[in-house]
Nanobody
Framework: QVQLVESGGGLVQAGGSLRLSCAAA????????MGWFRQAPGKEREFVAA????????AYADSVKGRFTISRDNAKNTVYLQMNSLKPEDTAIYYC??????????????????????WGQGTQVTVSS
């Protein structure tokens, strides 16, 4: 089991940047593929970015491709989401998620919210116009 805690959210003007962090409690962080999702008011939770347990490959939603970067530091049990060129439509609660993998899945990522086993509590990102 792993516990996830997000941080780094806040209020930023359009065009600005934020870096979200998700710290995982546990000694087997490298056994988890990780993902970031977001949920805006009145909308379903949607995929943002994913990263394999090994760090590559990665995947992005079309709406954030070229602006957001997901990365991980297995030594620090942390996954990051660097968000640049933020837009008002990026406003949402951002959640990180973890999926336990077997050795054969070390280079796999997942984009469906039902494919993840553990979730953080979320961090609010608000982008003003």
């Amino acid at each position: 089991q792993v516990q996830l805690v997000e941080s780094g959210g806040g209020l930023v003007q359009a065009g600005g940047s934020l870096r979200l962090s998700c710290a995982a409690a546990g000694r087997t962080f490298s056994s988890y593929a990780m993902g970031w999702f977001r949920q805006a008011p009145g909308k379903e939770r949607e995929f943002v970015a994913a990263i394999s347990a090994g760090g590559v490959p990665t995947a992005y939603a079309d709406s954030v491709k070229g602006r957001f970067t997901i990365s991980r530091d297995n030594a620090k049990n942390t996954v990051y989401l660097q968000m640049n060129s933020l837009k008002p439509e990026d406003t949402a609660i951002y959640y990180c998620a973890a999926r336990r993998i077997t050795f054969s899945g070390i280079l796999s990522y997942w984009t469906g919210r039902n494919e993840y086993d553990y979730w953080g509590q979320g961090t609010q990102v608000t982008v003003s116009s």
